[in-house]
Protein backbone atom coordinates (compact mmCIF):
# COMPACT_ATOMS: atom_id res chain seq x y z
CA UNK A 1 0.00 0.00 0.00
CA UNK A 2 1.16 3.38 -0.67
CA UNK A 3 0.08 7.03 0.25
CA UNK A 4 -2.56 9.02 -0.87
CA UNK A 5 -1.53 10.74 -4.22
CA UNK A 6 -1.26 14.25 -2.93
CA UNK A 7 2.34 15.50 -1.21
CA UNK A 8 3.72 12.21 0.47
CA UNK A 9 5.48 14.88 2.65
CA UNK A 10 2.63 16.51 3.71
CA UNK A 11 0.68 13.09 4.37
CA UNK A 12 3.96 12.33 6.70
CA UNK A 13 3.64 15.09 8.58
CA UNK A 14 -0.05 14.49 8.96
CA UNK A 15 0.09 10.94 10.11
CA UNK A 16 2.69 11.92 12.75
CA UNK A 17 1.12 14.46 14.21
CA UNK A 18 -2.27 12.39 14.84
CA UNK A 19 0.64 9.74 16.05
CA UNK A 20 1.94 12.23 18.74
CA UNK A 21 -1.38 12.55 19.58
CA UNK A 22 -2.08 9.77 20.98
CA UNK A 23 -5.75 9.39 20.66
CA UNK A 24 -5.70 6.53 17.58
CA UNK A 25 -3.49 3.48 17.42
CA UNK A 26 -0.99 2.90 14.83
CA UNK A 27 -3.38 0.27 13.18
CA UNK A 28 -6.31 3.11 13.04
CA UNK A 29 -3.93 5.40 11.81
CA UNK A 30 -2.88 3.19 8.96
CA UNK A 31 -6.48 2.55 7.68
CA UNK A 32 -7.53 5.91 7.83
CA UNK A 33 -4.53 6.96 5.70
CA UNK A 34 -4.77 4.10 3.55
CA UNK A 35 -1.21 2.62 3.92
CA UNK A 36 0.38 -0.99 5.20
CA UNK A 37 0.93 -0.71 9.21
CA UNK A 38 4.60 -1.66 7.74
CA UNK A 39 5.35 2.01 6.49
CA UNK A 40 3.38 3.19 9.65
CA UNK A 41 5.78 1.81 11.74
CA UNK A 42 9.11 2.90 9.61
CA UNK A 43 8.25 6.14 9.53
CA UNK A 44 7.34 6.36 12.90
CA UNK A 45 10.77 4.76 14.01
CA UNK A 46 12.55 7.02 11.28
CA UNK A 47 10.92 10.07 13.05
CA UNK A 48 12.01 9.43 16.41
CA UNK A 49 15.56 8.65 15.22
CA UNK A 50 15.65 11.36 13.04
CA UNK A 51 13.10 13.94 12.84
CA UNK A 52 11.80 15.97 10.23
CA UNK A 53 14.53 14.43 8.02
CA UNK A 54 13.24 11.01 8.52
CA UNK A 55 9.98 11.53 6.66
CA UNK A 56 11.71 12.39 3.78
CA UNK A 57 12.62 10.43 0.78
CA UNK A 58 15.80 8.11 1.19
CA UNK A 59 17.95 7.86 -2.04
CA UNK A 60 17.74 4.46 -3.70
CA UNK A 61 21.28 3.98 -4.76
CA UNK A 62 22.91 0.90 -2.56
CA UNK A 63 24.73 2.37 -0.13
CA UNK A 64 27.44 -0.39 -1.45
CA UNK A 65 28.73 -0.89 -4.55
CA UNK A 66 29.42 -4.58 -4.66
CA UNK A 67 29.95 -4.13 -8.36
CA UNK A 68 32.57 -1.40 -8.40
CA UNK A 69 35.40 -2.05 -10.72
CA UNK A 70 38.70 -1.48 -9.09
CA UNK A 71 41.21 0.92 -10.80
CA UNK A 72 43.38 -1.70 -12.20
CA UNK A 73 40.82 -3.67 -13.91
CA UNK A 74 40.01 0.15 -15.59
CA UNK A 75 43.24 -0.07 -16.26
CA UNK A 76 43.84 -3.15 -17.80
CA UNK A 77 40.13 -2.52 -19.81
CA UNK A 78 41.52 1.13 -21.26
CA UNK A 79 44.31 -0.38 -22.05
CA UNK A 80 42.98 -3.31 -24.27
CA UNK A 81 40.80 -0.80 -25.61
CA UNK A 82 43.85 1.44 -26.86
CA UNK A 83 45.91 -1.97 -28.59
CA UNK A 84 41.89 -2.64 -30.62
CA UNK A 85 40.70 0.74 -30.83
CA UNK A 86 37.98 -0.54 -32.78
CA UNK A 87 36.80 -3.31 -30.90
CA UNK A 88 33.36 -3.22 -28.71
CA UNK A 89 32.74 -4.02 -25.29
CA UNK A 90 31.75 -7.54 -25.69
CA UNK A 91 35.05 -8.18 -28.47
CA UNK A 92 36.72 -6.30 -25.33
CA UNK A 93 36.08 -8.69 -22.85
CA UNK A 94 36.12 -12.07 -24.62
CA UNK A 95 39.51 -11.52 -25.69
CA UNK A 96 40.46 -10.03 -21.97
CA UNK A 97 39.65 -13.46 -20.62
CA UNK A 98 41.00 -15.42 -22.95
CA UNK A 99 44.31 -13.64 -22.41
CA UNK A 100 44.05 -12.96 -18.21
CA UNK A 101 42.57 -16.18 -17.35
CA UNK A 102 42.97 -15.35 -13.76
CA UNK A 103 40.84 -12.14 -13.38
CA UNK A 104 37.17 -11.48 -12.65
CA UNK A 105 35.82 -9.31 -15.60
CA UNK A 106 32.74 -6.88 -15.15
CA UNK A 107 29.97 -7.58 -17.38
CA UNK A 108 30.58 -6.01 -20.94
CA UNK A 109 27.76 -3.13 -20.49
CA UNK A 110 29.74 -2.04 -17.47
CA UNK A 111 33.20 -2.12 -19.85
CA UNK A 112 31.26 -0.06 -21.94
CA UNK A 113 30.31 2.50 -19.13
CA UNK A 114 34.24 2.45 -18.64
CA UNK A 115 35.17 3.39 -21.86
CA UNK A 116 32.46 5.86 -22.25
CA UNK A 117 33.47 7.55 -19.27
CA UNK A 118 36.96 7.75 -20.40
CA UNK A 119 35.76 9.27 -23.50
CA UNK A 120 36.97 6.12 -25.45
CA UNK A 121 33.99 5.39 -27.65
CA UNK A 122 32.68 7.40 -30.64
CA UNK A 123 28.38 7.31 -30.92
CA UNK A 124 27.59 4.92 -33.89
CA UNK A 125 25.56 7.01 -36.69
CA UNK A 126 22.17 5.03 -37.64
CA UNK A 127 22.20 4.83 -41.54
CA UNK A 128 19.20 3.46 -43.98
CA UNK A 129 19.91 0.06 -44.94
CA UNK A 130 18.96 -1.59 -48.48
CA UNK A 131 16.69 -4.54 -48.31
CA UNK A 132 19.55 -7.70 -49.47
CA UNK A 133 18.59 -9.36 -52.52
CA UNK A 134 16.46 -12.24 -51.55
CA UNK A 135 17.84 -14.62 -54.59
CA UNK A 136 20.01 -17.36 -53.39
CA UNK A 137 23.54 -17.78 -53.57
CA UNK A 138 25.65 -21.63 -52.78
CA UNK A 139 24.95 -22.26 -49.17
CA UNK A 140 27.82 -21.93 -46.81
CA UNK A 141 27.54 -24.92 -43.82
CA UNK A 142 31.03 -25.87 -43.72
CA UNK A 143 34.34 -23.99 -44.18
CA UNK A 144 35.22 -23.72 -48.26
CA UNK A 145 31.66 -23.69 -49.60
CA UNK A 146 31.77 -19.84 -50.81
CA UNK A 147 35.23 -17.74 -50.85
CA UNK A 148 34.70 -13.93 -50.92
CA UNK A 149 37.23 -12.18 -52.50
CA UNK A 150 37.50 -8.19 -53.32
CA UNK A 151 39.76 -5.16 -53.54
CA UNK A 152 39.12 -2.87 -50.11
CA UNK A 153 39.25 0.21 -52.78
CA UNK A 154 42.89 1.60 -53.40
CA UNK A 155 44.36 4.73 -51.87
CA UNK A 156 47.97 5.90 -51.47
CA UNK A 157 50.83 5.50 -49.03
CA UNK A 158 52.59 8.47 -47.18
CA UNK A 159 55.18 8.22 -50.07
CA UNK A 160 52.46 9.05 -52.40
CA UNK A 161 52.22 5.26 -54.13
CA UNK A 162 48.84 3.81 -54.80
CA UNK A 163 47.62 0.61 -52.91
CA UNK A 164 45.07 -1.88 -54.18
CA UNK A 165 44.88 -4.15 -51.31
CA UNK A 166 42.88 -7.45 -52.54
CA UNK A 167 41.56 -9.57 -49.34
CA UNK A 168 39.89 -13.24 -49.60
CA UNK A 169 37.76 -14.67 -46.92
CA UNK A 170 36.38 -17.79 -46.29
CA UNK A 171 32.14 -17.17 -45.68
CA UNK A 172 31.08 -19.94 -43.03
CA UNK A 173 34.55 -19.07 -40.56
CA UNK A 174 34.91 -15.28 -41.48
CA UNK A 175 38.77 -16.55 -42.03
CA UNK A 176 40.93 -13.96 -43.43
CA UNK A 177 43.21 -15.93 -46.28
CA UNK A 178 44.43 -13.02 -47.62
CA UNK A 179 45.39 -9.63 -47.20
CA UNK A 180 47.51 -8.05 -50.49
CA UNK A 181 48.50 -5.03 -52.10
CA UNK A 182 49.26 -5.66 -55.65
CA UNK A 183 50.66 -3.87 -57.92
CA UNK A 184 47.70 -3.56 -60.09
CA UNK A 185 44.21 -5.01 -60.40
CA UNK A 186 44.67 -7.10 -63.33
CA UNK A 187 44.53 -11.25 -64.02
CA UNK A 188 48.62 -11.55 -64.18
CA UNK A 189 49.11 -9.55 -60.68
CA UNK A 190 45.83 -11.63 -58.78
CA UNK A 191 46.18 -14.99 -60.15
CA UNK A 192 49.36 -15.76 -57.92
CA UNK A 193 47.93 -14.31 -55.01
CA UNK A 194 45.02 -16.83 -55.73
CA UNK A 195 47.20 -19.39 -56.54
CA UNK A 196 49.27 -19.52 -53.33
CA UNK A 197 46.16 -19.29 -51.07
CA UNK A 198 44.90 -22.37 -53.09
CA UNK A 199 48.58 -24.08 -52.06
CA UNK A 200 48.09 -23.54 -48.83
CA UNK A 201 43.98 -24.09 -48.17
CA UNK A 202 43.08 -26.15 -50.48
CA UNK A 203 39.87 -25.21 -53.40
CA UNK A 204 36.55 -23.86 -52.15
CA UNK A 205 33.75 -24.92 -53.88
CA UNK A 206 32.76 -21.42 -55.28
CA UNK A 207 34.37 -17.82 -55.15
CA UNK A 208 31.67 -14.77 -54.53
CA UNK A 209 32.92 -11.53 -55.83
CA UNK A 210 31.74 -8.22 -57.69
CA UNK A 211 31.39 -7.91 -61.40
CA UNK A 212 34.58 -5.57 -61.97
CA UNK A 213 37.79 -6.76 -63.13
CA UNK A 214 39.83 -9.00 -63.08
CA UNK A 215 36.44 -10.92 -61.88
CA UNK A 216 34.48 -10.36 -64.78
CA UNK A 217 34.32 -8.83 -68.36
CA UNK A 218 31.54 -7.74 -70.21
CA UNK A 219 31.71 -10.09 -72.66
CA UNK A 220 29.61 -13.47 -72.68
CA UNK A 221 29.09 -14.70 -69.70
CA UNK A 222 30.72 -12.10 -68.09
CA UNK A 223 33.69 -14.37 -68.31
CA UNK A 224 37.17 -13.30 -67.67
CA UNK A 225 40.68 -14.93 -67.56
CA UNK A 226 40.03 -15.39 -63.42
CA UNK A 227 37.30 -16.87 -63.74
CA UNK A 228 38.04 -19.06 -66.69
CA UNK A 229 40.63 -20.39 -64.82
CA UNK A 230 38.47 -21.06 -61.78
CA UNK A 231 35.49 -23.24 -63.54
CA UNK A 232 38.52 -25.53 -65.35
CA UNK A 233 39.52 -25.93 -60.94
CA UNK A 234 35.82 -26.92 -60.30
CA UNK A 235 35.61 -23.70 -58.74
CA UNK A 236 31.72 -21.78 -59.36
CA UNK A 237 32.64 -18.00 -60.25
CA UNK A 238 29.72 -16.40 -58.06
CA UNK A 239 29.12 -12.43 -58.77
CA UNK A 240 26.72 -10.61 -57.03
CA UNK A 241 24.57 -8.18 -59.02
CA UNK A 242 25.84 -4.60 -59.63
CA UNK A 243 25.12 -2.05 -56.82
CA UNK A 244 24.20 -4.50 -54.24
CA UNK A 245 27.61 -5.02 -52.29
CA UNK A 246 25.14 -6.30 -48.92
CA UNK A 247 25.37 -9.75 -51.20
CA UNK A 248 28.99 -9.88 -50.07
CA UNK A 249 27.93 -8.40 -46.69
CA UNK A 250 30.44 -10.12 -44.66
CA UNK A 251 33.52 -9.55 -46.84
CA UNK A 252 32.45 -5.74 -46.88
CA UNK A 253 32.31 -5.45 -43.01
CA UNK A 254 35.56 -6.84 -42.99
CA UNK A 255 36.67 -4.54 -45.40
CA UNK A 256 35.36 -1.75 -42.56
CA UNK A 257 37.26 -2.94 -39.71
CA UNK A 258 40.33 -3.33 -42.29
CA UNK A 259 39.96 0.55 -43.47
CA UNK A 260 39.95 1.48 -39.79
CA UNK A 261 42.88 -0.85 -38.63
CA UNK A 262 45.25 -0.43 -41.15
CA UNK A 263 44.40 2.83 -43.60
CA UNK A 264 43.23 5.40 -41.50
CA UNK A 265 45.87 7.04 -41.82
CA UNK A 266 47.88 4.90 -43.85
CA UNK A 267 51.40 3.98 -43.35
CA UNK A 268 54.42 5.79 -44.80
CA UNK A 269 55.34 3.40 -47.78
CA UNK A 270 54.05 -0.03 -49.55
CA UNK A 271 56.34 -1.81 -47.54
CA UNK A 272 54.83 -0.90 -43.96
CA UNK A 273 51.53 -0.90 -45.43
CA UNK A 274 51.61 -4.62 -46.56
CA UNK A 275 53.34 -5.44 -42.67
CA UNK A 276 50.38 -3.47 -41.08
CA UNK A 277 48.29 -5.89 -43.98
CA UNK A 278 50.15 -9.01 -42.04
CA UNK A 279 49.51 -7.92 -38.71
CA UNK A 280 45.66 -7.09 -39.07
CA UNK A 281 45.43 -10.57 -40.81
CA UNK A 282 47.24 -12.67 -37.50
CA UNK A 283 45.15 -10.78 -35.04
CA UNK A 284 41.89 -10.80 -36.96
CA UNK A 285 41.50 -14.30 -37.40
CA UNK A 286 43.50 -15.74 -33.95
CA UNK A 287 42.98 -13.00 -31.32
CA UNK A 288 39.48 -10.66 -32.52
CA UNK A 289 36.14 -12.49 -31.36
CA UNK A 290 33.40 -12.24 -33.76
CA UNK A 291 29.64 -11.87 -31.97
CA UNK A 292 28.60 -13.99 -34.94
CA UNK A 293 30.94 -17.07 -34.24
CA UNK A 294 29.46 -16.68 -30.54
CA UNK A 295 32.72 -14.50 -29.82
CA UNK A 296 34.78 -17.22 -30.90
CA UNK A 297 37.92 -16.38 -33.57
CA UNK A 298 37.69 -17.29 -37.20
CA UNK A 299 40.90 -19.72 -36.91
CA UNK A 300 39.06 -21.45 -34.28
CA UNK A 301 36.42 -22.16 -36.83
CA UNK A 302 38.50 -22.82 -39.90
CA UNK A 303 39.73 -25.90 -41.32
CA UNK A 304 41.67 -26.44 -44.71
CA UNK A 305 39.74 -27.77 -47.72
CA UNK A 306 40.00 -31.32 -48.54
CA UNK A 307 40.18 -30.58 -52.33
CA UNK A 308 43.71 -29.67 -53.15
CA UNK A 309 45.37 -27.53 -55.82
CA UNK A 310 45.54 -29.80 -59.01
CA UNK A 311 49.22 -29.68 -60.60
CA UNK A 312 47.98 -30.24 -63.81
CA UNK A 313 44.28 -28.73 -65.31
CA UNK A 314 41.72 -31.25 -65.99
CA UNK A 315 40.61 -31.06 -69.55
CA UNK A 316 37.55 -29.88 -70.29
CA UNK A 317 35.30 -32.60 -71.74
CA UNK A 318 31.71 -32.33 -73.21
CA UNK A 319 28.82 -35.04 -73.54
CA UNK A 320 28.40 -36.89 -77.39
CA UNK A 321 25.27 -35.06 -77.81
CA UNK A 322 27.27 -31.45 -78.28
CA UNK A 323 29.69 -30.38 -81.45
CA UNK A 324 32.75 -29.23 -80.04
CA UNK A 325 34.64 -25.94 -81.20
CA UNK A 326 37.84 -24.15 -80.23
CA UNK A 327 38.05 -20.70 -79.83
CA UNK A 328 40.08 -19.13 -82.12
CA UNK A 329 43.25 -16.13 -80.91
CA UNK A 330 40.66 -13.82 -82.49
CA UNK A 331 38.08 -14.97 -80.28
CA UNK A 332 36.01 -16.38 -83.05
CA UNK A 333 34.30 -20.17 -83.96
CA UNK A 334 33.92 -21.74 -86.97
CA UNK A 335 30.57 -22.69 -88.36
CA UNK A 336 29.95 -24.29 -92.05
CA UNK A 337 33.28 -22.23 -93.26
CA UNK A 338 31.92 -19.18 -91.61
CA UNK A 339 33.52 -16.69 -88.65
CA UNK A 340 31.41 -16.56 -85.58
CA UNK A 341 32.82 -14.37 -83.23
CA UNK A 342 31.84 -15.16 -79.52
CA UNK A 343 35.03 -13.77 -77.25
CA UNK A 344 38.53 -13.28 -76.97
CA UNK A 345 38.30 -14.10 -73.79
CA UNK A 346 37.76 -17.32 -74.44
CA UNK A 347 40.88 -17.75 -77.12
CA UNK A 348 42.52 -21.57 -76.96
CA UNK A 349 39.76 -22.67 -75.37
CA UNK A 350 36.92 -25.50 -76.18
CA UNK A 351 32.83 -25.17 -76.26
CA UNK A 352 30.13 -26.87 -76.98
CA UNK A 353 27.15 -26.92 -79.15
CA UNK A 354 23.91 -28.47 -78.59
CA UNK A 355 20.95 -28.38 -81.19
CA UNK A 356 17.46 -26.69 -79.78
CA UNK A 357 15.68 -26.53 -83.13
CA UNK A 358 16.71 -26.93 -87.00
CA UNK A 359 17.39 -23.12 -86.42
CA UNK A 360 19.18 -22.43 -83.09
CA UNK A 361 22.16 -24.09 -81.16
CA UNK A 362 22.97 -22.87 -77.74
CA UNK A 363 26.98 -22.24 -76.83
CA UNK A 364 28.37 -24.05 -73.79
CA UNK A 365 31.85 -23.47 -71.70
CA UNK A 366 32.11 -26.30 -69.43
CA UNK A 367 28.18 -26.08 -68.18
CA UNK A 368 27.62 -21.96 -68.82
CA UNK A 369 25.40 -21.01 -71.23
CA UNK A 370 27.23 -18.31 -73.09
CA UNK A 371 25.03 -17.77 -76.16
CA UNK A 372 22.88 -19.06 -78.64
CA UNK A 373 23.65 -19.22 -82.22
CA UNK A 374 20.90 -18.81 -85.01
CA UNK A 375 22.31 -20.41 -88.01
CA UNK A 376 20.13 -18.78 -90.30
CA UNK A 377 21.42 -14.88 -89.88
CA UNK A 378 24.50 -16.14 -88.52
CA UNK A 379 24.57 -13.79 -85.26
CA UNK A 380 24.61 -14.68 -81.53
CA UNK A 381 22.17 -13.93 -78.36
CA UNK A 382 23.97 -13.36 -75.82
CA UNK A 383 22.69 -15.06 -72.27
CA UNK A 384 22.68 -12.51 -68.85
CA UNK A 385 25.97 -11.65 -68.11
CA UNK A 386 25.35 -12.71 -64.44
CA UNK A 387 25.97 -15.62 -63.23
CA UNK A 388 23.04 -18.36 -63.60
CA UNK A 389 23.27 -18.89 -59.76
CA UNK A 390 21.96 -15.11 -59.53
CA UNK A 391 19.45 -15.60 -62.14
Not at 61 to 70: E, G, K, M, R, T
Not at 77 to 84: C, K, T
Not at 93 to 121: A, D, F, M, Y
Not at 190 to 204: I, Q
Request: hydrophobic share 35%; net charge positive.
Amino acid sequence: MTWKVTCPMDERLKFMSYYLEGEMSVSSLCRSFGISRKTGYKFVTRYMNNGLDGLKDLSRAPHNHLNAVSEAIVRIVIDARQRHPSWGPRKLRVWLQNNNPGIVLPVSSTIGEILKRHGLTVPRRRSRKTPPYNKPFTGYDHPNAVWSADFKGWFLTGDGIRCDPLTISDNYSRYLIRCQAVPAIDYFDVRPVFESAFREYGLPRAIRTDNGPPFATTTVGGLSKLSIWWIKLGIIPERIRPGHPEQNGRHERMHRTLKHDTASPPRKNWRLQQKAFDRFLIEYNRERPHEALDQKTPDSQYQESLRSYPMILPEITYPDSMIVRSVKAQGDISWKAKHIYLSQTLAGELVGLYQIDDRFWDIYFTDIKLAQLDTVELKLKHYSKIYKQND
